[in-house]
């Protein structure tokens, strides 16, 4: 404890007075440096579904412009926009047609520059999608890539000749036959592409292709956009010998496909060349199959990414459940691998899951606004950048869709049609999808009670959730109880404490298969955060009384009685509350 509070001591010292900067932060933990990107708090966008200027059924850029001042108040500091670029639209714009263009869906270049303005204006930094493990394969790059086995785009993509023989099996995550090498008649050639056809996958061995990326990221870093986060870039090297794999590995395919060959080598160029001449941020989707993979990443000494975004945790629910034990087991590991080193993402939902509080809370009328909070409480008291998915803030659920045609997700339909071809459990499959499709986190913001929603004039382009007259902004907005303004106050907490940020993290009464319980201290001050994860009234056994300690927050109206036996606090269904000890 003496060398802590020792290295806290010299940690404001050298914020404050010292004067050789560079000496000072040497000997501070680098998970206590002070980094904008570690305090800010990220709000992810989906384009698609935010807010639809025109009427044509698609969110747009002029949508989410027109709702700045709602963003601003949430008290954000940073937007994550998904991939706004020219796309034919295969993959909802993670194949990408034209890399300094917009999609035409989205609006114009004009449009993004006035988005980019209006947030900053707000003091709201941007963050944008990096999609550059594949390109669509409407990009001119694979255009001209096919056309000839001597295109000098040839090389910008993996290509397997044909009399060679069939190429050794790569698994595809999205083809219908999960085939990963699709046959091209033009040049008697297979092209690889890990996700959809539509998605060749890119040569990151070539180093024009690698320089041609880092001339797009400074094109889009020169107009100022604060942060790049990239997609599916942990499969970006690859063995381009293609040897064989073991026989059934696409069962576990991540350690054959993630972190192979130059991979940081990639990254450490692509630090020298784009990173370290701006102001950004940058984040990896994934963090590798180790914490050693995860700190290779991030470690600020390694001059590769800021932070990484690891799935371990939004992996875990599954329609009977999940354990709470191995949740808080999994965040406790993570947390006490990157105490002293390198940063980490935590979040609970994004675009590729299903809504927050259907996976993770409990989504019926009785619960939902409870578990809503009690999940947002998590994300905010966490040490690590929270990531915050657009609708959690209503407690927006899963559609609950009942038919394939009412999902629009290529992979989702794919997948429908190779399990027909082949008599799979279809049944089996729809109980699936209505629980953990990605769909249910893509359906439409529901802004008022209003026809769909008061996202579109028109027909969206996926069905609103039909539970939008109940949830939604308009009925939250004025509600002092809401999941919006609890969430907002949140944001404000956290924002005014920075022991949330960067405190010391302890979980208490670990073995407890109920409650997640821990502390956050920081420079002598220290908060006490007790969460219950079910439906029923649960106890939690504390080390100390805390009796006379402050509640600082609470997800119930009426906030609970004091006891003056406070070792043993029984904590209602769902409820979160925060204390200042």
Not at 106 to 132: N, P, S
């Amino acid at each position: 404890m003496r060398l802590y509070l020792l290295s806290l001591i010299f940690v404001f010292t050298c914020l404050f007075s010292c004067t050789q900067t560079a000496i000072c932060q040497s000997d501070i933990p680098e998970s206590n440096v002070k980094k904008w990107w570690k305090e800010a708090i990220v709000y992810q966008i989906y384009p698609r579904s935010f807010k639809d200027s025109d009427g044509d059924g698609i969110g747009d850029l002029k949508g989410i412009i027109s709702k700045l001042d709602y963003i601003k108040s949430l008290g954000v500091t940073a937007v994550w926009i998904n991939p706004i670029y020219s796309s034919p639209n295969d993959d909802n714009g993670y194949d990408v047609s034209d890399y300094r263009g917009i999609m035409k869906d989205f609006g114009t270049m004009a449009d993004f520059d006035a988005l980019l303005k209006g947030l900053h204006q707000r003091g709201i930094k941007l963050v944008m999608d990096l999609v550059v493990n594949h390109s669509s394969d409407e990009h001119e790059w694979f255009k001209q890539s096919r056309t000839s086995r001597t295109s000098p785009y040839r090389d910008y993509y993996h290509w397997w000749n044909a009399e060679r023989g069939k190429p050794p099996y790569r698994y595809s995550l999205f083809d219908v036959n999960h085939d990963a090498w699709k046959y091209d008649s033009l040049t008697n050639a297979y092209y690889l592409h890990y996700f959809s056809r539509k998605q060749p996958d890119l040569n990151w061995e070539n180093p024009k292709l690698r320089h041609e990326v880092y001339d797009i990221m400074k094109f889009w870093a020169d107009k100022g956009i604060d942060g790049f986060r990239l997609d599916a870039f942990g499969f970006a090297a690859k063995d381009t010998s293609f040897p064989a794999l073991p026989e059934g590995y696409e069962k576990n395919f991540m350690p054959y496909y993630s972190m192979q060959g130059n991979l940081h080598g990639y990254l450490q160029e692509m630090n020298k060349e784009v990173f370290s001449k701006y102001n950004v941020m940058s984040v990896a989707e994934g963090a590798g199959n180790s914490f050693k993979d995860a700190h290779n990443l991030v470690d600020a000494d390694r001059n590769e990414l800021n932070m990484a975004y690891p799935f371990d945790a939004v992996d875990m629910p599954k329609p009977e459940g999940y354990s709470l034990l191995r949740f808080k087991e999994l965040f406790s590991r993570w947390d006490s691998a990157f105490a002293n080193k390198g940063w980490v993402a935590v979040f609970l939902a994004n675009h590729d899951q299903a809504r927050m509080v259907s996976r993770f809370g409990n989504d019926s009328p009785e619960f939902r606004e409870l578990s809503s909070k009690m999940l947002s409480t998590f994300i905010m008291t966490m040490r690590g950048t929270p990531y915050y998915y657009n609708g959690d803030e209503l407690g927006m659920t899963n559609a609950g869709f009942d038919k394939i045609e009412d999902y629009k997700d290529m992979a989702a339909l794919n997948e429908y049609q190779r399990l027909k071809n082949t008599g799979g459990d279809i049944q089996l499959f729809m109980e699936q999808l209505k629980f953990g499709s990605r769909d249910n986190g893509r359906t439409p913001f529901q802004w008022n009670g209003s026809t769909n929603a008061g996202f579109t004039s028109g027909t969206p382009w996926i069905n609103v959730n039909p539970n939008y007259k109940v949830i939604n902004y308009a009925a939250e907005q004025n509600d002092p109880n809401s999941v919006l303004n609890y969430f907002r106050k949140l944001t404000k907490l956290r924002k005014q404490n920075q022991l949330l940020v960067y405190g010391k993290y302890n979980e208490l009464d670990k073995t407890n298969p109920d409650v997640y319980a821990y502390t956050r201290e920081l420079a002598g001050q220290k908060m006490l955060v007790l969460l219950n994860f079910t439906k029923t009234a649960a106890r939690v056994n504390l080390s100390s009384n805390i009796s006379t300690a402050q509640l600082v927050l609470c997800n119930y109206d009426k906030v609970p009685q004091k006891n003056k036996y406070a070792s043993v606090v029984t904590l209602r269904p769902y409820e979160a509350l925060i204390y200042k000890l």
